[in-house]
């Protein structure tokens, strides 16, 4: 006997279905009641907005109305019926109300009241049930969906790149060691080294950085091709920026440029968010509000100029300033704070790493909108990334957001073999270990260029979460690794 | 200088260009040549259909002609025109080549002949430059895409379920340790025993075998979630079924009972297959004709009854067969096989578990289409799963496919909290550890139901591909996380 007979909630709000006998099922937000009637707001997650159930002590039992607490799950047989109220323009008049499970309000830790962001990442489990946390994790979908199909409907191909792997040339930073041997009392050489050889992989593997080499290699026969999967990092950091656990967007594309690169990524962008806006109309005015109230909270000269809402709709609507690093420098080296040593990294010559600060000056003070840097020093950048003519520069994009700092970072590949393994060496990146990614320059290369997208910066630009913990389900971070 | 002004092959054939001028990339397949003129099988990943180019020594150099050799990256100008030849209908007549890449013929391993799938196995780097593992990897995107868009269209929200993860209590099978301390070196307790305190998680961690548990969790708030992730089992399974890291799609669902979920997973498996079917047609084609070159090798006993084409439209047109494990008991004990002791494993009494062999008998001979097995015994089957009425069995479904065996396995999950944690204490499941488990039974509970469906068995079915390994672009096997 199939169970799942209900109307969601969203279809309910979206079409009229006055007069029709419907099931509900869902969960209690809250209720209020008084000797004649109890108003019921319930909610199946379908949506942020709640549903109207009016109960009526004549029809459902005392023992009944006494279960139905906040976070209790019910299922209601009923009538929908135009509402009288304000708000929603129908109700459901329920004939039945079964408890499908009681949510003890002794022990329930969801009560209807304000909860601290802190206190909701302790149970993590339980916080999607918010109005906060439901909103934030139906945009995450929307715009993971937002990804496939923008990729899907330009001709991209989805590639899983491998998630264990033996190669860590890109030094993208700390790694997590995978193993299966015995670590208490592990195999080992003569020379007191560890015998790789006995590990599942018979060789020291650890948890990808990256994607993107093997990215290239998909890109090198399929054209166009993006991944979307977990990447890791082991930095002991505990900034609201990062996590160890995160996902990762990375397109690489054959017979693609620096500029071609750019267009896709300032388009890619536009997309994803302008999808958000009109998929999550409802849950981006819940959060927009919940920024604005944020706000409110900070000093004057903290708060934003724009609120969220305004701010999507204006990254979407404006073309990103494109300039390079070496005029970037020019800006904030002249810059008032840089001159009123307001910087804590004052910016004195070319070749100085930009720090969030400057970013955001840029971003924030200067352009007043997404800006992408280019043509950065090689000094500070990837082994892979393209040269330019100048000796000097590589042909490398970030692209910076108001709020979030970096979101994207990319370039055109080095595709001449010459130069790549002149910079490897110089890198001291061994070739050996790298075979396969050579070969991609030494049969078939072509000018090709990629980006990558974290997943989670971009989910917290379109939600106005501050918080990266706050926008991924079961946020992995040091000494945290529950649920 | 944008650089990408090409057309796309895909978007050469779908329409006519005709007259016009355009810019082509891509890689060579083949060139032949006489005096007069050079035909170029030009192929850009696009598409499993190579583009002819017509270049004319008058016209293009000897120089760079010569470098046209099979694997070479080629740019090209000039005009299309109606084909003369048969095939196409179109060729492009070159009024300009330029070599991107050249490719060694002396030391390119794609030369134009037969390689063996374990050979291009070892260069999984350059296989996807073949037909075949072009088609594959066109189709595993088709399907991955299918995969949201179908849970989209729905309203069923995308969720990332952790990675690293300290839970393993669905014993699902032998994990991957995740660490940073030093394996040489790790620090101790006074009993001897890892100081995991130390670790980065300060706790033991190891790679998710499953989403489901956590899926469940979201499932409680979100209503309907699916996860499609990477999932690991350090087993020691050299097979052409099993790789240690692969992908998977787990489901779950409040408000679904264990009839609910077979109809999702039916309708699910339906369309996804469909979809492949409508919109990789060239692909397929190619792999059907591929499938029944190899079906010509096998013995004629050996050979299946269909072809892949008409395997694909028949699951996407007949119902599957629903039958309990009893039932299944019964038609196996009875079997011919059975009887003529031909079964490896005999099938004697009620409880056995079913082997591969039971399951393509069923499948492939008794009923000659999938099969949903339902209502298994509990005693082999997770903890997790509802008990039925009559004490013996679990509300489970497995699905058996021709030739792949089981695809998908789930449930109705146990929502009751005394039968669950009996059920725990019975498989020794320590329930202080599963505390956010166990909450969602606590607060707000409700029926629901959920299943896994192993990606890459998917792949496989859609491709005809016989090893896991072949439908993975860079499978992770023991012993094996080259590239």
Same mark, same amino acid.
């Given at each position: ?23 509900? #099922? ?38 009944? =109305? /006494? ?6 799950? %019910? ?49 993590? &489990? ?37 998630? %264990? ?36 992989? +018979? ?10 080499? +093997? ?26 920026? &990062? ?37 999550? /109309? ?23 100029? #724009? ?33 009123? /040593? ?15 600060? &400057? ?64 910079? #490897?060496?110089? #890198?001291?990146?061994?070739? +050996?270990?790298?075979?396969?990614? =050579? ?8 000018? &090709? ?35």
């Amino acid at each position: 006997m199939a169970f799942n007979k209900r109307v969601k909630i969203k279809s309910l709000l979206e079409s009229d279905f006055v007069g029709q006998e419907v099931t509900l #099922m869902g969960w209690v937000r809250t209720k209020r009641s008084n000797k004649n009637v109890s108003f019921i707001a319930l909610n199946d997650g379908s949506t942020i907005n709640n549903y109207q159930v009016v109960a009526d002590p004549n029809i459902i039992d005392e023992e009944t =109305l /006494k279960r139905i607490t906040t976070g209790a799950c %019910i299922k209601i047989n009923g009538q929908i019926v135009a509402s009288q109220g304000s708000g929603q323009s129908s109700e459901i008049s329920a004939s039945s109300i079964t408890i499908l499970g009681d949510a003890d309000p002794e022990k329930y830790p969801l009560q209807p009241k304000k909860h601290s962001l802190e206190f909701l990442r302790e149970i993590a &489990h339980l916080r999607m049930r918010t109005n906060t946390f439901g909103a934030v994790f139906r945009v995450r979908h929307a715009l993971a969906y937002a990804v496939h199909k923008y990729f899907n409907d330009k001709g991209f191909f989805y590639i899983h790149t491998p998630i %264990i792997t033996a190669s860590d040339a890109e030094g993208a930073g700390e790694t997590f060691k995978v193993t299966t041997l015995d670590l208490k009392n592990p195999p080992l050489n003569e020379d007191g080294s560890i015998n790789y050889k006995e590990d599942f992989f +018979e060789r020291e593997t650890n948890l990808t950085v990256s994607g993107q080499l +093997e990215g290239e290699l998909a890109a090198m026969a399929l054209a166009e091709i993006y991944t979307f999967g977990p990447t890791f990092r082991a930095e002991n950091s505990n900034t609201t920026r &990062h996590l160890a656990e995160f996902w990762m967007i990375e397109p690489e594309m054959a017979f693609y440029d620096a500029e071609d690169n750019q267009d896709l990524a300032e388009d890619f962008l536009q997309y994803v968010i302008g999808y958000a806006l009109e998929h999550c /109309k409802d849950d981006l005015a819940f959060l927009d509000k919940r920024a604005a109230d944020e706000e409110q909270g900070k000093k004057a000269d903290q708060r934003s100029e #724009m609120g969220l809402l305004d701010r999507l709709r204006f990254v979407t609507k404006n073309k990103f300033e494109r300039i390079t690093y070496t005029e970037a420098i020019d800006i904030l080296r002249n810059s008032n704070p840089n001159k009123k /040593k307001k910087f804590q990294y004052l910016i004195e010559e070319w070749g100085a790493d930009l720090q969030s600060e &400057h970013e955001r000056f840029l971003v924030e003070k200067h352009f007043k909108k997404p800006v992408i840097l280019t043509d950065y020093p090689k000094e500070i950048k990837a082994f892979y990334m393209r040269q330019n003519d100048d000796g000097k520069t590589v042909a490398a994009m970030d692209i910076l957001f108001p709020g979030i700092g970096e979101i994207v970072g990319g370039s055109q590949r080095e595709e001449r073999m010459d130069r790549l393994t002149q910079r #490897m060496d110089e #890198m001291h990146i061994p070739q +050996e270990e790298m075979w396969w990614y =050579l070969d991609t320059r030494r049969f078939g290369a072509t000018p &090709h260029a990629g980006f990558g997208l974290g997943f989670e910066r971009l989910v917290q630009f379109v939600t106005g979460m501050g918080n990266i913990r706050d926008v991924i389900a079961f946020p992995r971070t040091p000494g945290n690794a529950e649920f």
